[in-house]
């Protein structure tokens, strides 16, 4: 079976998006893990699938990871997804679901494309955490860094607190951290230095995908969490190593991440040439 496919990206935060809105696609995870595989493969941070809307949305964005688990959500690229289907539609807003939810999109003058990424949640079961504890404060360090802050987006995020982000090396600490008993379904680590009350630096270990250039939902946990210890405002930019992203968590508990996004090339994939 041979499809098109687009490689998109979100600040460098890189995808490999098919399209089975007409029909459904055999990608399994051993499939898309191959397809991820930057040597082998076409290589990407994560594969996106786009599916039939359903419940309230105009199209469901399945996300499956470099190591062929799904993720419940991905903010660069539901920017990405949202951007695509805005100009097949000739629209200006989309609703797109995942498996975490429904996530509304817009396009801002510019071309910036912003989504309602949902309420963070915070309670330790919604993180989810292993046992009952204050998500505010996690009993959880390694070497240089202690005492993350924890929410979901969707999906799992920790963040540490750190005052010279040049000095952790995340690609080392990372793995451990992401698989931590605590984390019952592994968690994104990210590591933030604060740079004003609305500029914060960050840095994600992504879970299932490793260090990337930029994650959108780890940006608006770093944004909640930080906001939430008192070190930052309730709106920031976040300066990704991609690039940056403006996110703003309002009174209503939901987050709005902002940001651009980019089409790098089409081609044919020939799906049977990896492993089912």
């Keep these: 079976m041979i499809i098109p496919f687009r490689k998109m990206h979100g600040l460098g935060n890189d995808f490999v998006v098919l399209d089975a809105r007409r ?18 493969g076409i290589g990407c941070d994560q594969l996106i699938i786009m599916e039939p809307g359903r419940e309230g949305a105009d199209l469901f ?20 997804i ?8 000739g629209t200006e807003a989309v609703t797109i679901r995942t498996i975490s939810g429904l996530l509304p999109s817009e396009t801002l003058p510019g071309g910036i494309i912003r989504v ?26 390694a070497d240089g860094v202690s005492d993350p802050a924890a929410c979901s987006m969707g999906n799992p995020h920790a963040t540490f607190f750190v005052p ?24 994104n680590i990210g590591f933030v230095q604060v740079l004003a009350p609305d500029h914060i630096r960050l840095v994600v270990w992504e879970r299932g995908a490793g260090l990337t250039l930029a994650c959108g939902s780890g940006a608006c946990a770093a944004l909640v969490n930080t906001a939430r210890r008192g070190l930052c405002g309730r709106a920031a930019t976040v300066s990704l190593p991609g690039g940056d992203l403006h996110i703003e968590w309002r009174v209503d508990g939901h987050v709005l991440m902002s940001g651009p996004t980019a089409t790098a090339f089409t081609g044919m994939i020939e799906l049977d040439a990896y492993p089912a």
């Design 61 to 80: 964005m399945r996300i499956l990871n470099p190591d062929g688990s799904e993720a419940g959500a991905c903010g660069n690229a539901t920017r990405c």
């Design 164 to 187: 010279d982000l040049d000095a952790i090396d995340a690609a080392r600490i990372g793995p451990a951290l992401e698989h931590d008993a605590l984390f019952p379904q592994r968690a």
């Design 23 to 40: 029909a459904p696609l055999p990608v399994t995870p051993a499939r898309a893990a191959a397809i991820a595989d930057r040597h082998r």
């Design 116 to 141: 309602d990424m949902g309420p963070a949640r915070l309670g330790w079961a919604d993180v989810p955490l292993a046992r009952e504890m204050d998500t505010l404060h996690l009993p959880l360090s």
């Design 82 to 89: 949202a951007d695509l289907a805005m100009a097949e539609a």
